[in-house]
């Protein structure tokens, strides 16, 4: 093998075939037949979709405003009574679930 600049500084000889060939996409045997149209895809349906149930939540208020009502006539009262118990529970299952949902984001 003759050394010379070219090959030095790429260190591949131009002139030399090294079996390597260049082809285009959609050359060779494992390739598929391509549609000339461009690609495209059709969202419309479910864009619809989305749009009517953002229809409905609109249509919801956003407070139960009779469970507020009867809470806040408890509390005035002095009848409405929360177990210790249920609260830590809530709060335990609310700690579980945003830990889950850091787990792998950090």
Do not use: C, F, W
């Not at 149209?37 to 409905?56: A, F, H, T």
């Not at 009779?66 to 409405?80: C, H, K």
């Amino acid at each position: 093998m003759k050394i010379d600049n070219d090959t030095l500084l790429t260190g591949i000889n131009p002139q030399k075939n090294s079996g390597i060939s260049r082809k285009s996409p959609g050359e060779g045997e494992n390739s598929k037949v391509r549609d000339k149209s461009p690609d495209r895809v059709d969202l419309s349906m479910k864009k619809r979709e989305i749009e009517q149930l953002k229809e409905k939540l609109a249509g919801l208020p956003d407070v139960r405003a009779e469970r507020v009502a009867a809470l806040r006539q408890q509390i005035e009262e002095g009848s409405y009574r929360v177990a210790g118990r249920d609260v830590a529970e809530k709060m335990l299952r609310g700690m579980r679930r945003s830990g889950e949902e850091g787990e792998g984001h950090e």
